[in-house]
């Protein structure tokens, strides 16, 4: 199983500036990483595949970058109604996904 | 429009049994993957198998194999995620999620999940 950590754990971030989400695969999953922004009360949402592939209507102060075994989300310019808690998950061995234990974006 | 709508809330006992559908509308429902997907409370999601509307064909991840039984009617648009016997442990929410995929210029497929049910809260208790 391909195991993925994610740091830091809780980042807390003023408005208007920028936050950097880490995630490392414990083996090389190539680009096939995606992140996922889930808010209390919702279901997750795509951000991004590909490793660097934005989902459809996401914006684009939202970049992910890496391949291999690290990768990172920068979302810029933050906004109060980006806290939530983001996940990386990678595809890399298809349906047996795994996930990280996500880091805590909050909006001071 | 795409969309996944789950079944209700479930309130259970231990050693009941349970199904909770997720039926998929706006699109074509044989045509792409089914995800069943767990979050325990206060956890991350974890991805619990997939569907394949058309044949039934059906993906466990090893953890949940035989402890949880996916399947499908297609003649009515709707995924199942069933239990024999519950037990306090399968408190959580459960989300279905459609898989999608893009094939890169290098000839690499990506999956990604694009679409989501609400998510069916299930609660075992005595």
């Known amino acids: 199983e391909v195991v993925m950590t994610q740091s830091p754990a809780t980042l807390s971030v003023s408005p208007g500036e920028r936050a950097t989400l880490s995630c490392t695969a414990s083996q090389s999953v190539s680009s096939k990483l995606a992140w996922y922004q889930q808010k209390p009360g919702q279901p997750p949402r795509l951000l991004i595949y590909g490793a660097s592939t934005r989902a459809a209507g996401i914006p684009a102060r939202f970049s992910g970058s890496g391949s291999g075994t690290d990768f990172t989300l920068i979302i810029s310019s933050l906004r109060s109604e980006d806290s939530a808690v983001y996940y990386c998950q990678q595809y890399d061995k298809w349906h047996m996904f795994t996930l990280g234990l996500g880091t805590k974006l909050e909006i001071k | 429009e795409v969309q996944l709508a789950q079944s209700g809330v479930e309130v259970k006992k231990p050693g009941e049994s349970l199904k909770i559908s997720c039926q998929g509308s706006g699109y074509s429902f044989t045509n792409y993957w089914i995800a069943w997907v767990r979050q325990l409370p206060g956890k991350g999601p974890e991805w619990m198998g997939v569907i394949y509307p058309d044949d039934s064909d059906t993906r466990y991840i090893p953890s949940f194999q035989g402890q949880v039984t996916i399947s499908v009617d297609k003649s009515i648009f709707t995924a199942y995620l069933q239990w024999s016997s519950l037990k306090a442990s399968d408190t959580a929410m459960y989300y279905c999620?459609?898989?999608?995929?893009?094939?890169?210029?290098?000839?690499?497929?990506?999956?990604?999940?694009?679409?989501w049910g609400q998510g069916t809260l299930v609660t075992v208790s005595s």
């Open positions: 999620a459609r898989q999608n995929y893009y094939d890169s210029p290098e000839g690499a497929r990506h999956f990604y999940f694009d679409y």
